[in-house]
């Protein structure tokens, strides 16, 4: 019998629990609890692969095993009864795991990308700076989406993930129960900033998991408003926002090649564990 989407979000869930980072990134999830339809998934209670559909040829694939149930080769079985997996199929290894990237060499998939977790507490943060002459910055409000995207697509043209999101994408997120208009943080031109519909130059969108852990999750700047110190602005404004939410750590994901973002957040405090490292792998 097949796997419903429940049993795999329950194994999904319990490996979490004994791993202590998830298995399952977030567009996976919410593509599972959203669009089921979009995910092919075979498996048993033992552990499952998942095959999202991302719109093109490829898709990326997800194989979870139970704690109790590895060290037998079951991972390597779920590759092998994987549904075709044509050139260019990613897969995330949630965390630089050995076995894993074994797996990967063993069946042609060469690890592509390095996704790093920084984190720092909140305990000696730099305060909130001024703004700059012209820029007037407050919370999400609805009719700010088109811009938002606009912005997200021109900050994140050349991003795999991030720069592809569509208003159904948003709309999934700001659904989710972490969802805080307040803590969207947006940077808008003076002479527009009381209505909808003007020029946003830049957003730090903060994500609060639990009291104590925040996220910076995605921060983006307008190309053509770069050079004003907009992105450590609101990078700073963000993290001021989650410290006045409570908590006392707060991380974020960059890629491992972004020498300029890491430069950004290494000079803000932030620091990173070689343990927090995610690989995506592609098939050739």
Known sequence: MALTVEQVLAIAKATEA????????????????????????????????????????????SLVVLTQ????????????????????????????????????????????????????????????????????????EQGDEAELLRVNA????????QGGMTATDLAERMAESWFDPSGLIMAWEVSTSSTTGGRLLAFHWTKRHSETDGEVYVVGVDPAA????????????????LASAGVSEIHLYVEGDNTPAVRLYEGLGFTRAAADTHVQYTRR
């Open 154 to 161: 021109a900050a994140f043209a050349h991003h795999p993930e």
């Open 226 to 241: 770069q050079g004003r110190g907009l992105g450590k602005l609101v990078t700073l404004l963000g993290l001021n926002h």
């Open 69 to 140: 149930h590895r060290g037998v080769g079951l991972g390597r079985q779920l590759l092998l009864r994987a549904p075709s997996l044509p050139t260019g199929t990613t897969a995330w290894s949630h965390g630089d795991n050995p076995a894993a990237a074994a797996l990967a060499a063993k069946q042609g998939w060469e690890r592509t990308r390095e996704l790093w977790v920084m984190r720092r507490p909140v305990a000696g943060l730099p305060p909130a700076p001024s703004l700059p002459e012209g820029v007037v910055v407050r919370g999400f």
């Open 18 to 61: 004994y791993d202590g980072v998830a298995p399952l990134d977030e567009a996976t999830l919410l593509t599972l609890r959203n669009r089921p339809e979009d995910v092919t998934i075979w498996g048993d209670v033992r552990g499952f692969g998942a095959l999202v559909s991302t719109g093109s040829t490829a898709g990326e694939l």
